[in-house]
């Protein structure tokens, strides 16, 4: 438990540093940073308890969680003006906080007794849901809806290691797994440019 | 209780379809059109059964919602670029989807014991609110909170469902009828171009 | 208990007026001004009771909540096209408004027996939650996270409330010093125009 609770919090601090990036560039101010961080790194997590019915919210009862968010949107808050973010490394760090929170998503849904279906739904939500609300609070259609392989590769990565679960793979190891093929497919989809494709409605369709 | 959940999943279904509508003609990729087709057709429920506090939502312990959801988006998707969508039969079939869950929202709420105002105002949010986040979502301003007379037929056929109950009606006579206003009062609307008035707030009251 | 609610009812209706303003000069109709107006009012004790995990909202329980809110959103609606409506009178209103809903969420939240941060916490997001809503469901990027010193007095008076209980003062005293911390706050951010500093990304930054 130890464990993925560490990698939780580190996935709950990289979330809340994209969130504060992206309110900061809003022009908000310090408080308004720290609301967009705290919602990107709860926001996924928040939900899928929600729907789950388990009571009080995971950061309710676990402070740490909060505390976390909190101190670091201040950092990047404070430092933003000062220092250039290390962009790339950023990158790579969102793209291992997507990895974690998808699994621990499922896991938690699994260890409910949820179907294989909606861990695989709860992974992806855990992991997107945090950055469409950021999104939103910023006045943008979420990009994660748009332009990325993002939760696509949330899905992949949840779609694997429930998978594996199911073939008795062990626990760590299916995470092992699946966090690669997140990573592997998230970062191969920033190198490459790579998106889905769109549909095109016919013009007279609108209404 | 079979044939409540047959008319719910062909509402679900309907909802699923303009979801991925709305999201196709933002051009979202396949993934967004999937998100948006969902939330619009699981998001009233969801919301209701948080709200009323009935443990896990609908949906997480009754797949076939996703399902169906998840089906009808891609399949609109997919099939969006091929052919016109019969834009007038859709039209209609949402209607129903909006009769549908209005209903089922507010049984939902009187089988909780809720009071008879909350049932109608259950109603409507189960209603109305996939639509509200399916705009969100696209970045616009909910369509339903400015131009059409949608949730104000959700509003009124509740009232008359829940009032007819209160007569001792038998449910399926009360929802009948309360289904036959919504339509009716919707597809009016749609027809003539009705809307409710809105109000000049004076200039000088701008903040 | 009973001074609590009739607090707490106040507020609403105050909430509830700003939130009809506001869905008003968006040209809403009549329900689209419903809407906002309920959840504006009722947003942040909603968020607060799901996050808490304690059962059905407090609204569906106690219809005065709904009542309230829609007949002082009502009345705007009707009202706002005949008569000027007193700005600085709301202006003061609003913030007693949220002085009240922060005192009340953070009660709630240490009545049951989450830590004091978590109290502070649930207290400004009482506070500021509608009102967050309000603005994305009138398509703007909420205010409160942009310009004011409006959720930073919210957690001040959070703070100086669950502080001054721990060092054992009486509930109706702290309640009181708080909001008078909060009321203190707003209006002098309201009169001298104060908000706090933003940050500045290097232009390179961007994504």
């Not at 809003?26 to 928040?46: I, N, P, Q, S």
């Not at 095109?200 to 209404?207: F, H, I, K």
């Amino acid at each position: 438990m130890s464990v993925i609770r560490t990698f939780d919090l580190a996935g709950t601090a990289v979330f809340a540093v994209t969130g504060a990036l992206v309110a900061g560039r809003k022009r908000m101010d310090v408080f308004g940073v720290a609301v967009v961080g705290l919602v990107t790194a709860l926001g996924g997590g928040t939900l899928r308890d929600l729907i789950l019915g388990s009571g009080p919210v995971f950061w309710s009862k676990d402070t740490a969680y909060v505390v976390v968010a909190l101190v670091a949107a201040a950092t990047t808050f404070f430092l933003a003006g000062m220092v250039r973010m290390p962009t790339r490394a950023l990158v790579v760090a969102d793209a291992l906080g997507l990895a974690i929170f998808t699994i621990v998503g499922a896991q938690r849904a699994l260890d409910g007794h949820f179907s294989p279906l909606i861990a695989v739904v709860m992974g992806t939500m855990t992991g997107v849901f945090g950055g469409i609300v950021r999104d939103l609070l910023c006045g943008e259609v979420p990009l994660i809806l748009r332009k990325e392989v993002y939760a696509t590769a949330s899905l992949a990565g949840g779609l694997v290691f429930v998978l594996f679960l199911r073939l008795q793979m062990s626990m760590p190891v299916a995470a092992v797994i699946a966090a690669a093929v997140i990573l592997v497919i998230r970062l191969a989809a920033i190198h490459w440019g790579l998106s889905l494709p769109t549909f095109r409605a016919p013009e007279n369709e609108a209404q």
